[in-house]
């Protein structure tokens, strides 16, 4: 199988009606956070069938996929890394050299081809399966022992938070999705605090949700700390989205704050 025929197996499946609906809801016109993208009318349902087809395509055709004109095309190729790397994150495997070789490919491609990922549904879809997942595994990136492990995957979300691109900004926070449903709160408050004033709607709601996770996966307490030293200088949008799970009462009390 080849990337050439993935794409095929996609357009033959084009549909114009669905196209002009995705078009309109990924904001797509002149001047829009979308603007220029090219849909086929693909729901992620077909995408995702499309991925257990080409589940064996191999590693270096997936580019191809990254880079492809058609929104959908490039979801595939995000999902088709998702795919491989949780193959290669199953318990028994999460120490074996291969496997963590192979998972390591996988995210030096996802790094590479970040910008392909080019609108929210194609970075939500991703960050936290490839880059999140990373972040909670052993890695031979980064030089040897665990401190310098850790400090290279730092390295790598703060390239990400501090670019100038909302795609690749997004993908620092969302990916600590992953790492807080598994209890770590540092990831999140780290990039939480770095994108706090972001002028973009797009980050208020990424930051606001990743926060409300905070507070779900490990401790409302932790949260309520974060918002006492920032709730008077939150996006309002991202403060509304972080206290959705408090009381009617609670969430007054922190949208009063100025």
């Keep these: ?67 492809c004109r058609w929104h959908e095309v490039r979801l595939c190729g995000l999902l088709l890394l998702v795919d491989r790397f949780e193959r290669d994150a199953r318990r028994r495997l999460l120490e074996a050299p291969d496997a963590i070789a192979r998972r390591d490919k996988v995210v030096q491609l996802y790094i590479d081809n970040a910008a392909c990922a080019n609108n929210w549904d194609l970075v939500d879809l991703s960050a936290p399966k490839v880059l999140g997942h990373w972040l909670l595994l052993p890695t031979a990136m980064g030089g040897t022992g665990v401190a310098m ?22 993908m620092s926070i969302v990916c600590t999705w992953k790492t807080t449903q598994q209890g770590d709160p540092g990831y999140c408050l780290r990039y939480a605090e770095r994108h706090l004033h972001h002028p973009h709607d797009l980050m208020h709601k990424a930051v606001g949700w990743m926060l409300r996770e905070l507070g779900k996966r490990v401790s409302m307490d932790l949260l309520r700390q974060f918002l006492e030293r920032h709730a008077h200088e939150m996006p309002r949008t991202a403060l509304r989205y972080a206290i959705e799970r408090m009381s009617a009462d609670e969430r007054h009390y922190w949208m009063s704050i100025k």
Excluded: C
């Excluded at 069938?49 to 191809?64: F, G, I, S, T, Y």
């Excluded at 492990?149 to 997004?170: C, G, M, T």
């Design 149 to 170: 492990h850790h400090d290279y995957k730092l390295q790598v979300l703060d390239r990400l938070a501090d670019s100038d691109n909302l795609w690749l900004q997004r």
């Design 1 to 67: 199988m080849t990337a050439s025929e993935v794409i095929a197996a996609m357009e033959a499946q084009r549909n114009e009606a669905q196209r002009l609906v995705l078009m309109r809801f990924f904001k797509t016109a002149p001047g829009q956070y979308g603007a220029g993208d090219e849909f086929l009318g693909l729901k992620v349902p077909q995408t995702r069938q499309v991925v257990r087809w080409a589940a064996d395509l191999p590693l270096n055709e997936v580019p191809q996929l990254l880079t």
